[in-house]
Structure formats: C-alpha cells, structure tokens
C-alpha cells in the first residue's frame, strides 16, 4: 500500500535552514506529482508546494515563495522541501501526499518549530 515517511523536522532559529524528505514507496513514485502542506496549530491544512513526475513543473504557495524549494529523485523515491529563511510562521506539521493538491494519501508528517 501507499506509505509515505516525512523527516528531517525540527527546531530551526529564525533565519535558518532545514531540509525535509519524504520517502514513498507501495505506488509508482516516478508517475506520481507530488505535495508539500503543512499544518500549524489550530489551523487547517495549507498547501505549500508541488511537483510534477518529472520535476519539470514546480508550484509555491506566496507565503514560502523565494524561500521553500522542492525537488525530488526518482531513483532514490524521495521528494525533498529544502527550506531557507525561516520565520515563525513556518512552524507546523508539514507532509508530503501523494497528489497534485492537498487529497491524497499522506505520511504522518514531520514537525517544524522555528523560534529563538
């Protein structure tokens, strides 16, 4: 079946850096567009961004525009969300989900917390 494993979360101070990855397997990864959301307390899901199969196409929401960039490797099954200038209102649960939007399967996500 469908499995997705988020990681790489964590604490980052202010203008840091963090890199996610998502590892997929049970589907054909390199057929599949892919998507980054997130999820801070006591809001709902919020897309951040997306890619196509072939990493050709690539969308950013506004908010992490400049900032956020995703990327993947098909031969290694991961998508990846390297994330640069961090602000507090980056922190949330971010997962990735196997869709061209924020329906589809999903992982059980991995927290990113920015403060000082």
């Known amino acids: 079946q469908v499995q997705l494993v988020e990681s790489g979360g964590g604490l980052a101070q202010p203008g840091g850096s963090l890199r996610l990855s998502c590892a997929a397997s049970?589907?054909?990864?390199?057929?599949?567009?892919m998507t980054w959301a997130r999820q801070a307390p006591g809001k709902g899901l919020e897309w951040v961004s997306r890619i196509d199969p072939d990493g050709s196409v690539r969308h950013y929401a506004d908010s992490v525009k400049g900032r956020f960039t995703v990327s993947r490797d098909n031969v290694k099954n991961t998508v990846y969300l390297q994330m640069h200038n961090l602000k507090p209102e980056d922190t949330a649960l971010y997962y990735c989900?196997?869709?061209?939007?924020?329906?589809?399967?999903r992982g059980q996500g991995t927290q990113v917390t920015v403060s000082s």
């Open positions: 989900i196997r869709a061209w939007g924020i329906s589809g399967a």
């Open positions: 049970g589907f054909t990864f390199s057929r599949s567009h």
